[in-house]
């Protein structure tokens, strides 16, 4: 029984020793509301023997577990933006349909290239202005490589959505209150004297959070994950868009039953000069903001992955040059002739 019990302590001994050479995992026990899964490495059993798979589980697979949990509060407030982001690309085609959409006198824009045109502009622009001048400049003030952190870029995307479903509420306002002026409230198909570049800024804005959500979510969901599920990582990050595509439908239903009426059909009609969109961004701003409240404080709390790589530029400057040197040397030392000793010692030819 003695010789047992050794067994399964050498065992568990062993896995601890494997684990601590791992980079992704924090030994020092500050796992906060996930150190509950603790129990399922603990020995239970009076010998290793009657310890089943089902009964333990390794060290490395506790904490791969852990790792996973604390991606999920990330993971779960980061899809509302994809909500958005669908919603304000579906209902703005029906809109952008009633607008003045010439361009030049008889060119006239397609309303469903308005949005796609407004993003990849956007997008194109951003982007390298972003890596260019904002990564730099955040750098100085911060010290970090990257700039800012991947949960502090995640999270500039996610406030930006309210102040585009506020523009969205503000230019369908606007459009409504021309429709009342003409009395077309009956003609769907009416063309009112109403720009499209009242839609752009919505779009511009959605774009602009673009640039920051979509690159942090893959740079956070990849890294963040255990080293062995860094492809399920990639998944989850694939997993807010679909999930932000379906909620929105789910959205749409939900506003559709709690305002349809006797005598209204409701926020959402197939008569876009009769629905009140304005009221519908104004929900979706208000939710955007709450998101963003739930978002700010799971990103405060979260514990990022134990990695062993320099933080800060004076560290990574400083590995680098540490680098130089050490290969300088090695570079001396394989350059330096033989001792006396060594060529006396060579027998005479």
């Known amino acids: 029984m003695a010789d047992l019990g050794?067994?399964?302590?050498?065992?568990?001994?062993s896995e601890v020793d494997e684990i601590a050479g791992r980079s992704d995992i924090d030994m020092n026990g500050s796992d906060g509301w996930y150190r509950?899964?603790?129990?399922?490495?603990?020995?239970?059993?009076?010998?290793?023997d009657k310890l089943g798979p089902w009964q333990r589980a390794p060290i490395s697979d506790v904490e791969d577990a852990k790792m996973l949990l604390r991606l999920l509060p990330i993971w779960l407030f980061t899809i509302f933006y994809w909500t958005v982001l669908a919603q304000g690309t579906t209902f703005a085609v029906a809109q952008i349909g009633t607008s003045n959409r010439h361009l030049g006198g008889s060119f006239e824009v397609p309303p469903g290239s308005?949005?796609?045109?407004?993003?990849?502009?956007?997008?194109?622009?951003?982007?390298?202005?972003?890596?260019?001048?904002?990564?730099?400049?955040?750098?100085?003030l911060t010290g970090m490589a990257e700039g800012i952190t991947?949960?502090?870029?995640?999270?500039?995307?996610m406030g930006l959505p309210v102040i585009a479903m506020a523009l969205a509420a503000l230019a369908e306002a606007k459009r409504l209150e021309v429709v009342r002026d003409l009395h077309v409230e009956d003609d769907p198909d009416a063309v009112l004297p109403f720009s499209m570049w009242w839609f752009v800024p919505q779009f511009a804005t959605l774009a602009f959070a673009?640039?920051?959500?979509?690159?942090?979510?893959?740079?956070?969901f990849y890294?963040?994950?255990p080293d062995s599920m860094q492809s399920l990582g990639t998944a989850l990050m694939y997993c807010t868009i679909s999930g932000g595509y379906f909620s929105s439908s789910a959205i749409v239903s939900l506003v559709n039953g709690a305002t349809r009426t006797a005598v209204s059909e409701g926020w959402l009609q197939a008569n876009i000069n009769t629905s009140r969109l304005d009221k519908y961004y104004w929900l979706l701003c208000i939710i955007a903001a709450v998101n963003f409240?739930?978002?700010?404080?799971?990103?405060?709390?979260?514990?990022?992955?134990?990695?062993?790589?320099?933080?800060s530029c004076s560290e990574s400057s400083a590995s680098s040059?540490?680098?130089a040197v050490d290969e300088t040397s090695s570079s001396q030392q394989q350059q330096t002739p033989d001792p006396p000793e060594a060529a006396a010692t060579q027998p005479d030819t």
């Open 6 to 13: 050794a067994a399964g302590l050498r065992q568990g001994l």
């Open 36 to 48: 509950w899964l603790d129990k399922a490495a603990k020995f239970d059993g009076p010998s290793a």
């Open 114 to 140: 308005v949005a796609p045109l407004t993003f990849n502009v956007t997008i194109l622009i951003v982007l390298p202005l972003y890596e260019r001048f904002f990564i730099p400049f955040a750098r100085k």
């Open 150 to 157: 991947v949960l502090q870029r995640i999270g500039v995307g």
């Open 210 to 220: 673009e640039v920051f959500v979509y690159p942090g979510q893959l740079d956070f």
């Open 223 to 225: 890294n963040e994950a």
């Open 293 to 311: 409240g739930f978002y700010l404080a799971v990103s405060r709390w979260h514990q990022y992955k134990q990695v062993r790589k320099p933080s």
């Open 321 to 323: 040059s540490d680098f």
